[in-house]
């Protein structure tokens, strides 16, 4: 039995019950149940001329398990899902880098109707409820519309008041479903049947997952790589002699799988920037799901999203007393409003610095979100370049904007670091605890700019852009060595990484120019721990105190054994498996 309490049908009169249209995918059919059990009448529209499987299968994870099971479906749902006893990250070759070891809606009342595609919303002059038109001429009439039509949704078009297609990733994907029969003949492949973990192989510019599917009747396996297809097609039958050279020396299983495997299709992988606001002004008309911030689908990011979507609508119209009230209805069709700072507003003034804009004072949570912010919209762009161009290239435009924007980030940080600590200075157990965080943070814009200014033949090709790169490498680490103990940042799960990527920097910018002869002679290969770190310390003084401009002209000219020799000691002591694996390169580079 669940511990999850299941949520019972409510009934409601006819002046409390709202009538609700929204669409078939897992989020529409979601937020129908939701709203069905929170007594309110539901009509589900769907343009396919039937209700049919699409896909091979889902991923359900922690937080959309917990919805499923508040809504009474665990009974159904284990009657055909796989419950895997593991994860398991593995390289390329399939080596382990780590692991992690963990019909409703048509019984509930909901109408639902196919060959219902959707033309036009409009909005009643009053506010108080919308009419949806369909393709076929018919008008139908209700207080709420919910537009869960996916990532190509025409409702989201409709909100928006013009066209909106969906953004390139940069990535396709391979789906296969293989029959497990012919792999349980295989010792190698059996286990992945009579076993089941979740697999995920990752290797250089391509991944792959695998999971069980019908109890184990089914293998479905998807192959991630960089997006090829024309212009115009989202989705083409392809083949497997098309696949094998993209997965050419990988685990050996994986050519085994191809083996077994009579179709494959690709599709494009696409996404949706989030948008500022989802809903009508008056409530009578609002998205979820993919329509409102499709991602990758990766680790079941969107259709666990679209179930967290469809749980919090049917909860907030669950608890309203008298939902047709224009003001009530406004409020619970937005979600309670979206709390200011707004999150895109305040990236977008991020994205555009200059003399005039005011910093806008963030705290800490806001700061750290801001960052990723910045960071994913600099991998967005890095993979756009890569896609449509075949190479980084020099640094473009973007990248020096991007540049500017984590420089202004870096003055509103802190600014709010200094405010702080001055709040703390009475006290010293709170002042360090927000010292080891402010440096694990100051850690990742260095990191940040740094990947920025990475290309391939950075050092020899582009100087100045490998001494920036260098000179946050040395910043990273200068604050590290300044601020911490041991570079102790409590368990701070990134910060093993960013002292990673800084010291293969450092390597890299000052052996790089030196590989032709081995690199610089050095008689401190073995020297004792002490005097690896007064080599460090000198290394990393010399690459701070020089800056961009002088480190331009010292490349290749320091000795980086000392430093190469204390990080790989300590990436030693992290528990993680997977920074040992890093550690491993760093011995090897010494």
Known sequence: MSSIPIKQQRQRTNETHLKVIVGAGLGGVGAAIALLLAGHDVQIFEAASEIAEVGAGVQVLPNSSRVLQSWGMKDSLDRYSTKPSRVNMLGWKGNLISHMDFEEAVELGAEIRVRSRVLDVQIHDSGDSATLILGNGEEHTADLVVGADGINSRLREIMLGHPDPPQLSGDLAYRLLLSTKEMLKDPELASFVTDPHVIYWLGPDAHAVNYVLRGGELFNMVFLVIDDMPAGANTLASNVDEMRPLYEGWDPRIPKLLNLCESVYKWRLCIRPGMETWSHPSGAFTLLGDAVHATLPYLASGAGMALEDAAVLGELFGRSKIPRAPAEKQQWATYGGTPEPRFLATLKTFMNPDASATTPKLNALSSQLILHGLMSIAWDLKRRDQTSLGSSGPTSDWQTRLGASYDMWRVDFDAYCMDMTKQLRNSPAAREDFTRFSTSTRAIYHAAQLILHLMKRWVSDDGPKAAVAASHAAHLLRDGLTHLEDWDTDQTFHYPWCLYLATLTSWAFHRAPNDEDGGITSTEISAPE?????????????????????????????????????????????????????MKVLKGLS
């Open 530 to 582: 002490k005097r690896n770190d007064r080599s460090m310390n000198a290394l990393v003084s010399s690459m701070t105190s020089a800056g961009p401009e002088g480190l331009s002209r010292v490349v290749g000219k320091l000795d980086t054994r000392g430093l190469v020799h204390v990080i790989a000691a300590h990436l030693g002591g992290v528990r993680w498996a997977v920074v040992h694996e890093s």
